[in-house]
């Protein structure tokens, strides 16, 4: 029991730790433009919506948050993409018990009950610590989107062959 509960331990410990590493951002510019299409995320109630539409899942801001870019929105979300996968995998531990205990033992025995709820325990600690991730992500990704952009335009003029050239400084809400 106490080797279970020892190797979980140094799992968990073990991917949250990996998921703090800093991350590869040799393709992060700062200053570089931020993508026009981009539309804030906002968060009613627990949940996200994106465009007016509403996110089944945190896993669907993955795109907005790689268009962006941005080395600390793309952290803090391996960081919760890991938690989330670690969490799967200890949900699966009390199956692994009763698959491998002897069958001697006694039924009588707590053992299972405390890697059961154990298990239980240690997945919705995981959740609520890479929900915290993706929040935090939201945060930083909605303040990047929130910054002031500075452009210039061409477009053509219908009906004749000349552009009109425009410049603007626009601060999103």
């Excluded at 801001?61 to 995998?89: K, S, Y």
């Excluded at 452009?151 to 219908?158: K, R, Y």
């Excluded at 425009?166 to 999103?172: D, E, F, I, Q, Y």
Aim: net charge positive; charged share 15%; hydrophobic share 40%.
């Amino acid at each position: 029991m106490r080797t279970i509960c020892s190797i979980l331990f140094c799992v968990c410990f073990w991917s949250v730790s990996w998921a703090q590493r800093p991350g590869d951002s040799t393709l992060y510019r700062p200053g570089s433009a931020v993508p026009a299409h981009l539309m804030p995320i906002e968060r009613s109630y627990g949940a996200y919506f994106y465009g007016g539409k509403r996110l089944r899942s945190p896993h669907s801001m993955e795109i907005p948050f790689n268009e962006l870019n941005n080395p600390t929105v793309n952290r803090h979300f391996r960081t919760f993409r890991t938690l989330a996968t670690v969490g799967q995998a200890v949900a699966v531990v009390p199956l692994i018990y009763v698959l491998t205990r002897p069958r001697t033992t006694s039924t009588r025995s707590g053992e299972y009950w405390t890697v059961y709820f154990g298990s239980i325990g240690i997945t919705l600690g995981l959740s609520l610590i890479g929900n915290g991730q993706v929040k935090k992500a939201v945060n930083e990704y909605n303040r990047a989107l929130a910054n002031a952009r500075f452009g210039l335009s061409a477009q053509p003029v219908n009906g004749t062959t000349q552009t009109a050239l425009g410049l603007s400084l626009t601060k999103r809400l």
